[in-house]
Nanobody
Framework: VQLQASGGGLVQAGASLRLSCTIS????????VGWFRQAPGKERELVAA????????YYAGSMKGRLTISRDNAKNTVYLQMNSLKPEDTAVYYC??????????????WGQGTQVTVSS
């Protein structure tokens, strides 16, 4: 299973970005997918997750209301739409896949991360 995250970049505060996570897996549709972020000097944190069907979603409080997670199983891709970005959202964003949906469940496979930098 391989994950490829993309869509990061340098934006100004208030802008939007859409991150994409393309997963190469024969059984992609069975995986829950989470988006994590890690800022310099901080621990990695889960910001959003989606179940294998897309029917269940989780958003962390730190970005709740500014995120939308979705998936297109026909394209083996999970998206993270981020709006009203703030400088404190600056981090490397990773996507990960696992067999069970839930904010505390482990993820088995990880992508390489994409840098998001928000300037003030």
């Amino acid at each position: 299973v391989q994950l490829q995250a993309s869509g990061g970049g340098l934006v100004q505060a208030g802008a939007s970005l859409r991150l994409s996570c393309t997963i190469s897996a024969r059984d992609f549709r069975t995986y829950a997918v989470g988006w994590f972020r890690q800022a310099p000097g901080k621990e990695r944190e889960l910001v959003a997750a989606i179940s294998w069907s897309g029917g269940a979603k989780y958003y962390a409080g730190s970005m709740k209301g500014r995120l939308t997670i979705s998936r297109d199983n026909a394209k083996n891709t999970v998206y993270l739409q981020m709006n009203s970005l703030k400088p404190e959202d600056t981090a490397v964003y990773y996507c990960a896949a696992g067999g069970v949906f839930g904010p505390t469940k482990p993820y088995d496979y990880w992508g390489q991360g994409t840098q998001v930098t928000v300037s003030s």
